[in-house]
C-alpha cells in the first residue's frame, strides 16, 4: 500500500456535519459528489496529505443508513493509495483475506475502489483505491 489516501466517517446530516468540521478543521470541503450504485452523498476535505470524506446515505437501503442504525455516527473506513486495485484483490483474496467484490468498482473523488470485510481485518472495513487514470 503506498499511503492513507482517506478516513470515511459516516454521517446523518452532511450539510451539518460539513458546516462542524469545516469549523474543527479550519477548511472546507472542496466537492460533494453522489455515488447513486452505494446510495451515498460524500464531501471531501483535505488536511495535509490525507483527505477525510463524510459520507451519508441517500436511501435507508444504503451500508452508510445499516452503518448508522447500528453504530452511530463515526469512522467507517480507512482507505489506502494502491497502484492497483485488481492486482490487490488478487493478492489479498490469496493471502486469506475476504474481499467483497471481485472486481474494482467506481467510487468517489474519480477513484476505482474495493474493499476488505471487517471481519478478516479485525472489524476494520478496509478499501482500497487508486485513480481512475492510474
Excluded: W
Aim: aromatic share 6%; proline share 2%.
Amino acid at each position: 500500500m503506498n499511503k492513507l489516501e482517506h478516513i470515511g466517517i459516516a454521517v446523518r446530516n452532511l450539510d451539518e456535519s460539513n458546516k462542524l468540521f469545516a469549523r474543527l478543521l479550519g477548511v472546507e470541503h472542496y466537492k460533494i459528489e453522489v455515488v447513486e450504485r452505494e446510495g451515498v452523498r460524500t464531501s471531501f476535505f483535505k488536511v495535509g496529505e490525507v483527505k477525510i470524506e463524510l459520507l451519508e446515505a441517500t436511501r435507508p437501503d444504503s451500508a452508510i443508513a445499516t452503518f448508522i442504525e447500528k453504530r452511530g455516527e463515526g469512522i467507517h473506513h480507512l482507505a489506502f493509495d494502491v497502484s492497483s486495485v485488481e492486482k490487490k484483490i488478487a493478492a489479498f483474496t490469496e493471502d486469506g483475506f475476504k474481499v467483497l467484490s471481485d472486481k474494482p468498482m467506481t467510487g468517489a473523488d474519480n477513484k476505482m475502489i474495493a474493499f476488505l470485510h471487517p471481519k478478516s481485518t479485525n472489524g476494520v472495513l478496509v478499501e482500497i483505491c487508486q485513480d481512475k487514470g492510474s
